[in-house]
Every structure is written in C-alpha cells, then in structure tokens.
C-alpha cells in the first residue's frame, strides 16, 4: 500500500493496515473513505451498531443522557451535569459515527442544546451563569458537524462569539480575567464581562476555532485566520489563565476533541488554511512524527474515555492531518 499516494509518506511507519485490521468497522470506514479515498456504503450502516444502539437507548425523553458520576448540588444542578453528558456522548455519535439530523434522536438531542442556549446566543448552564466560551463553540462544532450549520441559532452563537473576543483576536473564559475561582463563578449570579485588554487563552480559543473550522463560511473570516494564527503561535507552552495552564496539556489528547490539544489544534488549523509553512504547525507535525511506534500508532496520552479503540481513533485523526497537509 503505497502511503506516498495518500499523504502520509513523512510518518515513519504506515498506519493504514493497524487501522484496517483493528476490528472496529467505524474505524475501517473512515480509514478507507477519509484516507484512502475509496468508495464506501452510507454512513447510516453504522448507526446500527451494537454501540451505537447501546448509546441511543439511554437517551432521556428531553433528548439529554443523564451524567452517571457524583454531581454537587452546591455548586451545580444536575441539569447542568447533564448538558455535560449530553455533549459528551452527542460527540461520540457524531465523531464515532456519523449521525446527524436525519436522525431523530440527534433532532431531539439538538433541541435540548437549543433550550440551553440564551436570548444573547451562548449556551449557558456547565458554568453555572457564567459564559463558556469553551463549551458553547464545542457544543456549537457538533451542531454544525451534525447538519445544524444554516440554523439560525447556530448564527447567533458565532454573533455572540465575535462580540466577546478580546481585543488580541483571541478568546478568554470572561470570568479568568478579573480573577474569579472556579466555585465564585459558579455560584454567582450574573455572568462575569471578559476584560479585554488581557491576553487570549490558547486553550479557549482552540475551542473556538474548532467551531469556526467546522462552518464553511466562518472558516474563510478574518477573524477565523488571525486567531488560528495566534493558537499556533503558543503551541507546546504554557496557557496564560489557570485551567489547565502547563504545557504538558498539549500532549494530552482525547477522541472526540474535547479541550485543546496538539491534534485538534493542527486539525482546526488545517481545515482554516494555516499551511505548512508556518514553523509552528512544522513543529507540531515533527513532533507527532516523533510520537509513531513501530506498530504505526502514537505514544501519546489518551485522557478520556473508556473506549479500547482510542489509540486508533487517535491515529486516524493524525492520518487525517498528514493527509491533509500531504
């Protein structure tokens, strides 16, 4: 299998056979659509999978799945616990497995967003009455992914994300920059104002771009080039606001995405057109390079998620950036 063909010639080994012969068919069909460019049966074929099925059972009569772990009350409701569920398995089923609003629980499951999101455009509730600038643009990416692009409240949420950008370009969680913990901003009662002469957080505004790299139109801004330009900029150091400040966060990765990694960075970035000849995202491929076993998967740390196939789901998202800067 000739791996100069499809993109992936600079990897030290080829990963198509590991990923082929894993024994997830989720993971064989991207691998053969995504990579190798071949010819593949209709997504819905995998929304009959045993997991699949499994996940979709649980769904709440809302369109929500209740968060399973230990919540405290006294500083959120369960109903907040469980918009964290929700976005978390709403992301299995879309990323995993590609279903999208033809799907009548993934209608029921945008919905239920939809009553999450406020009269100014956010999606409010994980932070208590706080903006999440992080979990409003990842909530917003799925809608999107999930065929919610055009939706007029999808519109609204980026109006909202351009107007409380900070001056740099970048985005903040508003709340960091006066200094607010974690548990003040969650029992207070009005939403925190960014100030925005302060520096942007790479690990938001990642977040950000992964919405705006996943919408055909907001891709192309200006806004979406200056800050992909600015997140690749603070590659491998340390975040400039206290969650989850060290460097070391950049190699801590997570399929679906979740916060901001080296792999969902260089993937948003690719998909906005920063190129490879930015030293930055050169960095970053050489350092992925780097990170390949001979077994042709990546000795990186997984940091969500049960799931056995991660390593795969990994790799393939890292074939997908070779191929795309190939």
Sequence with gaps: MNIVIYGLSELKV????????C????????TRQDILNEKVGPVKDLWQLPEVLR????????????????????????????????????????CKYGLNKSHPQIQKSAEYFFKCQTPEGDFRGIYGNQYATTYSPAIMELL????YGDDDRTKKGFQWLFSIRQKD????????????NIKEALLANEPELPDRSRPF?????????????????????????????????????????PDRKDKKYW??????????????????????????????????????????NDEGLFDLRIVR???KDLKYWICLAICRLFKRYG
Excluded at 222 to 239: C, E, G, M, T, V
């Design 305 to 307: 998620g049960s799931d």
């Design 55 to 94: 996940i979709l059972r649980k769904q709440g009569v809302g369109g929500s799945w209740e968060y399973p772990g230990k919540i405290r009350e006294d500083l959120r409701s369960q109903e907040d616990y469980n918009q964290v569920e929700t976005y978390r398995v709403f992301g299995e089923l879309i």
């Design 23 to 30: 024994g997830n068919p989720a993971i064989e069909y991207y």
């Design 144 to 147: 999107i992914k999930a065929g």
């Design 201 to 241: 957080s790479h690990l938001v505004t990642g977040m950000v771009l992964r919405a705006l790299a996943a919408h055909p139109e907001c891709r192309e801004s200006d806004q979406a080039k200056r800050a992909a330009n600015l997140l690749a900029s603070r590659f491998f150091l340390a975040d400039k606001y």
């Design 169 to 180: 370009g970048g985005w903040v969680i508003p709340f960091r920059t006066s200094g607010m």
């Design 14 to 21: 080829n990963p198509i056979p590991v990923l082929l012969s």
């Design 251 to 292: 190699e801590r990765v997570s399929y679906p995405f979740w916060f901001t990694d080296i792999i969902s960075a260089i993937d948003s970035l690719s998909i906005i057109g920063v190129t490879r000849d930015n030293s930055y995202i050169k960095e970053g491929l050489d350092f992925l390079i780097h990170k390949q």
